[in-house]
Nanobody, 122 residues
Framework: QVQLVESGGGLVQVGGSLKLSCAAS????????MGWFRQAPGKEREFVAT????????DYADSVKGRFTISRDNAKNTVYLQMNSLKPEDTAVYSC???????????????WGQGTQVTVSS
């Protein structure tokens, strides 16, 4: 069982930056692929980024590639999402997720955090 708690969301102006964190409980964090997903009001949940267990492999949605960076610190049981050059369309609730498969789909991720709100004002 893994519990995930996100932090770092907030209100930021267009072009600004935020860094999200997701802290995991338990001793098995390093065995999980970690992902970030987001959901805007009235829209379906969408993939943002994912990182392999060691951190050696990453994958990004086209909409955030070059602006967002996912990273992890297995010693701290934490995964991060650095978000730069934020746009109004990045406004959403961002959730981290843990699973055993390196995937863009939400279904393989068994563990989910509650989410943190990111609002980008124009």
């Amino acid at each position: 069982q893994v519990q995930l708690v996100e932090s770092g969301g907030g209100l930021v102006q267009v072009g600004g930056s935020l860094k999200l964190s997701c802290a995991a409980s338990g001793r098995t964090f390093s065995t999980y692929t970690m992902g970030w997903f987001r959901q805007a009001p009235g829209k379906e949940r969408e993939f943002v980024a994912t990182i392999s267990r060691s951190g050696a492999s990453t994958d990004y949605a086209d909409s955030v590639k070059g602006r967002f960076t996912i990273s992890r610190d297995n010693a701290k049981n934490t995964v991060y999402l650095q978000m730069n050059s934020l746009k109004p369309e990045d406004t959403a609730v961002y959730s981290c997720a843990g699973g055993l498969v390196f995937s863009r789909r939400p279904q393989p991720y068994a563990y989910w955090g509650q989410g943190t709100q990111v609002t980008v004002s124009s």
